[in-house]
């Protein structure tokens, strides 16, 4: 602010002085007014720092309350969550936490129904499948079929093979042509599970069950009930009274002697159409076509003479497919009517054993030709469609019930059985006949 000296005023012209002296005067009272107006911005300044200072503080207080707050909610939350995820997965209904269990099958793919890529089970359980032998280090499971178990490969002598990985032998084949192979390779502590027809293996792998068996061309509202069964005896048409198809006539015990007894019964006056290699005379179709089923439907009875006889549980597409699915009775030559009582619906088949001689066999089913009534007795287990609830709860079988019990070890990393002697398994508790005839009544 500029102000004038007295002294410097007073050597001024009088009214240049008054100009002087009026504008120190306005000079001092506008300094004034200016001072105080910027004591008052100082101090709102002062004021207003103070209070954004406060309100910051009020608010960093206030996140902090309302994270805490947010994150206990949070914590509690996820607690809950990871609860309910717990309970859930203490369930068989969610296992999509689980890394889908690996299954090598050293034999390569078969066909897609018998070994699919993908399994997919009734638990809602999903195993892959592989056939690359670079993957067999990493599978959950490998599974070595009868053809390759009894010798020395990469599988029987694998480089390397992870603790928990289970090693399962599979076959569908009968044991008599095994008696006497070299079980050095598998003997001792090579097998975690089998995987065969037989009802004691660790995985149950049958040809078919009766709900697999309608299953598969899903038919079974076509295949029970009274007009299903009125269909079935119409078509009995064929000039003879029952069909059979045997392709293996040698090699051992079971292929020789059910040639004996089907000429047997074929000398006691029993009408047979024969099929197969052993009479050359192949059918044009596969055995699992709906023409041969068509065409089998046309005899009254279909000799379901298996290649081993009494081997336990040992019961093929002979009596699934080409008998109780085509529509005709089968009569059985094979595993021994007490294991057939455990698997077929009672009333439906007609065994061997029940009698002396193939004579006196041959003189009751010539009495079921002759007698309609008699005969479709044989049906009556088809009139009525099994309960749908006991049908839908069905056995897994075969691969769904491998990867089960994978899926299983998985989420409880329990580790299977091993099998100290595997010949005493497989060879020993199957049934002497199954690999030496020495009574025979044909």
């Not at 502590?189 to 709900?211: A, H, L, V």
């Not at 047979?272 to 089998?296: L, M």
């Not at 007795?377 to 019990?405: H, I, S």
């Not at 899926?407 to 002497?432: A, L, R, T």
Request: hydrophobic fraction near 35%; charged fraction near 25%.
């Amino acid at each position: 602010m500029l102000c004038f000296k007295t002294q410097v005023i007073k050597g001024l012209h009088p009214n240049v002085a008054y100009f002087f002296k009026t504008m120190n005067r306005y000079l001092k009272w506008q300094t004034g007014i200016v001072l105080v107006f910027c004591g008052l911005v100082v101090c709102m300044s002062y004021y207003l720092l103070a209070e954004i200072k406060e309100n910051r503080k009020f608010r960093v207080m206030s996140d902090d309350a309302a994270t805490k707050t947010k994150t206990g909610v949070t914590n509690q939350n996820n607690r809950a969550v990871h609860h309910v995820q717990s309970a859930i997965r203490q369930t068989n209904e969610d296992w999509t936490y689980l890394k889908p269990p690996m299954i090598s099958l050293t034999y390569g793919y078969i066909e897609p129904t018998f070994n699919p890529a993908i399994i997919r089970t009734a638990l809602g359980h999903k195993c892959t499948t592989t056939i690359d032998p670079a993957n067999m280090h990493r599978s959950d499971a490998v599974v070595i079929r009868f053809d390759r178990a009894f010798e020395q490969n990469q599988f029987t002598k694998p480089k390397y093979r992870r603790q928990d990985q289970m090693y399962v032998f599979l076959s569908l084949e009968p044991s008599w042509p095994f008696y006497n192979h070299d079980f050095s390779f598998v003997d001792k502590g090579f097998f975690n599970w089998t995987m065969t027809y037989r009802r004691d293996s660790d995985i149950y792998f049958p040809y078919f069950t009766m709900p697999t068996l309608i299953d598969d061309d899903r038919q079974s509202r076509r295949f029970y009930g009274q007009n299903a069964v009125e269909q079935v005896l119409s078509k009995k048409t064929s000039q003879f009274t029952a069909l059979v198809a045997i392709g293996r006539c040698e090699g051992g015990d079971g292929p020789v002697n059910r040639l004996k007894y089907v000429q047997a019964m074929e000398k006691s006056g029993l009408r047979i159409e024969k099929r197969g290699g052993c009479y050359n005379n192949k059918f044009r179709r596969p055995w699992n076509s709906n023409i041969f089923r068509y065409y089998a439907g046309t005899f009254k009875f279909f000799l379901a003479f298996e290649n081993g006889y009494h081997c336990r549980d040992y019961v093929t597409e002979k009596v699934w497919n080409n008998s109780l699915k085509s529509g005709t009775v089968p009569v059985i030559w094979g595993a021994p009517k007490g294991d057939i009582e455990k698997i077929l619906p009672p009333g439906s088949y007609i065994h061997t054993d029940d009698y002396e001689s193939p004579k006196q066999l041959v003189d009751y089913l010539n009495y079921l030709n002759s007698n309609a009534t008699a005969y479709s007795e044989y049906f009556n287990w088809r009139r009525r469609a099994p309960d749908q609830v006991a049908w839908n709860r069905k056995r897994a079988t075969g691969y769904e019930m491998l990867c089960d019990k994978l899926c299983e070890m998985k989420k409880f990393g329990n580790v299977s059985k091993i099998y100290h002697s595997f010949k005493d398994w497989y060879i020993n508790q199957d049934n002497p006949e199954c690999f030496k005839i020495t009574e025979t009544n044909w």
